[in-house]
């Protein structure tokens, strides 16, 4: 069982900055793939960026190209997103998640764990 527990969230004005994080327990974080996903009421799961077990591949969704950055540090069991240049739109709880395959997929279907999420609130 992995337990994935978020922190970072809260409130920035616009085109602020903020990181997240996601602290996995279990002692073979090196081998899941990572990710970032974001809801808003009443819509579904939007995929953020995803990164494969080594950090070699990474995806991001075309709203968050230039502004966000995924990495991982395997020493310390955790996955980070630092978001920059934030607006209003990317309001949202933010899930981290893992798969044990370790490929870095771009569906929530495809993690088979998840943290409790972090409400990220940019204000105009």
């Known amino acids: 069982q992995v337990q994935l527990v978020e922190s970072g969230g809260g409130l920035v004005q616009a085109g602020g900055s903020l990181r997240l994080s996601c602290t996995a327990s279990?002692?073979?974080?090196?081998?899941?793939?990572m990710a970032w996903f974001r809801q808003v009421p009443g819509k579904e799961r939007e995929s953020v960026a995803t990164i494969d077990w080594s950090g070699g591949t990474i995806y991001y969704a075309d709203s968050v190209k230039g502004r966000f950055t995924i990495s991982r540090d395997n020493a310390k069991n955790t996955v980070y997103l630092q978001m920059n240049s934030l607006k209003p739109e990317d309001t949202a709880v933010y899930y981290c998640?893992?798969?044990?395959?370790?490929?870095?997929?771009?569906?929530?279907?495809?993690?088979?764990?998840w943290g409790q999420g972090t409400q990220v609130t940019v204000s105009s």
């Open positions: 998640a893992a798969t044990i395959s370790g490929t870095a997929y771009f569906t929530p279907n495809r993690y088979e764990y």
């Open positions: 279990g002692r073979t974080f090196s081998s899941y793939a």
